[in-house]
Structure formats: structure tokens, C-alpha cells
T-cell receptor, first 109, second 112 residues
Framework: RKEVEQDPGPFNVPEGATVAFNCTYS??????FFWYRQDCRKEPKLLMS???SGNEDGRFTAQLNRASQYISLLIRDSKLSDSATYLC??????????FGRGTSLIVHP | SQTIHQWPATLVQPVGSPLSLECTVE??????LYWYRQAAGRGLQLLFY??????ISSEVPQNLSASRPQDRQFILSSKKLLLSDSGFYLC???????????FGDGTRLSIL
């Protein structure tokens, strides 16, 4: 089993839709979790950290399920500008985080 | 606030030529520094990381090397580039373990 797994997609959704991505991780000792966004031919940018109690930033909600070892990202009211690849990152308390391969999101008019 | 600078943005080099990519971080001290490569349509591959001046850890044996001559400077080098060295090279920093990484704009390297 890969250390961090994501459905590569693409997820094709219309504007205004709600879409959710999951990311599973294999190491139960993992300590910190993040979602990044990467636009085509650009660097990854930190979207949000994921906290145990769940957290929200505008239209974005991140949740952590330690029992089932996954994190999720929910995007409400999708915009065309949300089209990107979303990377899940898991860190088990070392200097080296593990990146998922990413989930591609395409929001269409 | 902290910023990370990486240059050049694009580079076209012939096979067998040397390489030097530079990355600097401002606004923080003793950052953890990282070099990644991303092939087209692929995930991030960690090449090197450093937790202090002069300390380099290599993740993948290859044609590249890294150096950290100053606290906030990280350099990626090669003596002789191969065709397989083409890709998108990203420098990143983090404050300490378990903290998120922040990436530079990247260098798109094409080998001819």
C-alpha cells in the first residue's frame, strides 16, 4: 500500500457544485496533514492545514479521520478558478513530508 | 514575512553541460531546505534536503548534487547533464519538522 494515496481524477464538476476529495495514508503515526493546490506548470501552494477537529476557510473545509486514516477536502460553490490539482501531504514527525500524486479538478461553466 | 526566491525560471541546456540552480530564503533563520523534481504529469520527487549549513541528505542517487554554503542558500548542481534531468525543479523551505513547506516559483529545465 502506498504511503499516501489519492484518486487522480479528473473530477469534472459544474460551477456552483460541491466536490469532495479524500486522501488515505498508511502510517498511523502520522502527525500533520496539509492540502496544497498546484496549477498547471506552477509550484504547489499551501491551501490549508488539516486539524483534528476539522477546519474551514471560506468555501473550503478540511477534515481528518484518524480511525480510518484519511483526510478530506470539501469545496463548496465551485468556481472556474478552483480548477487545479489538489495535493495531499502527510508528515509523520520527520523533516520529510509525503506528497500524494494529486487529484485533478476541472470546474466547467 | 518569509519569501523564497529561485532562479532562473526557465533554462535550456545541452546534454553534458553543467548546471547550477540557486534558491534563497528571506525572513527566517535555520530553515529546512529541499530540492524536488517534478516530471511532466507526475508527482514530486524529493532530491535533497538540508536541516543546517553544510548538511545535505540525498534521497535519490543520481547525476545531481546539492550544497548549502549559507544558512538560507541552497544550490543544486550537476557536472554533466543528462537528457533524463529535464523537468520542473522546485526549491522549498519549512520552519521545522511537521510544519508545511513553502515552494519557490520553480525552474523549468529542458535538456537538448
Amino acid at each position: 500500500r502506498k504511503e499516501v494515496e489519492q484518486d487522480p481524477g479528473p473530477f469534472n464538476v459544474p460551477e456552483g457544485a460541491t466536490v469532495a476529495f479524500n486522501c488515505t495514508y498508511s502510517n498511523s503515526a502520522s502527525q500533520s496533514f496539509f492540502w496544497y493546490r498546484q496549477d498547471c506548470r506552477k509550484e504547489p501552494k499551501l491551501l490549508m492545514s488539516v486539524y483534528s477537529s476539522g477546519n474551514e476557510d471560506g468555501r473550503f473545509t478540511a477534515q481528518l479521520n484518524r480511525a480510518s486514516q484519511y483526510i478530506s477536502l470539501l469545496i463548496r460553490d465551485s468556481k472556474l478558478s478552483d480548477s487545479a490539482t489538489y495535493l495531499c501531504v502527510v508528515n509523520r514527525g520527520s523533516y520529510i513530508p509525503t506528497f500524494g500524486r494529486g487529484t485533478s479538478l476541472i470546474v466547467h461553466p | 514575512s518569509q519569501t523564497i526566491h529561485q532562479w532562473p525560471a526557465t533554462l535550456v541546456q545541452p546534454v553534458g553541460s553543467p548546471l547550477s540552480l540557486e534558491c534563497t530564503v528571506e525572513g527566517t533563520s535555520n530553515p529546512n531546505l529541499y530540492w524536488y523534481r517534478q516530471a511532466a504529469g507526475r508527482g514530486l520527487q524529493l532530491l535533497f534536503y538540508s536541516v543546517g549549513i553544510g548538511q545535505i541528505s540525498s534521497e535519490v542517487p543520481q547525476n545531481l548534487s546539492a550544497s548549502r554554503p549559507q544558512d538560507r542558500q541552497f544550490i543544486l548542481s550537476s557536472k554533466k547533464l543528462l537528457l533524463s534531468d529535464s523537468g520542473f525543479y522546485l526549491c522549498a523551505w519549512s520552519a521545522r519538522e511537521n510544519q508545511p513547506q513553502h515552494f519557490g516559483d520553480g525552474t523549468r529545465l529542458s535538456i537538448l
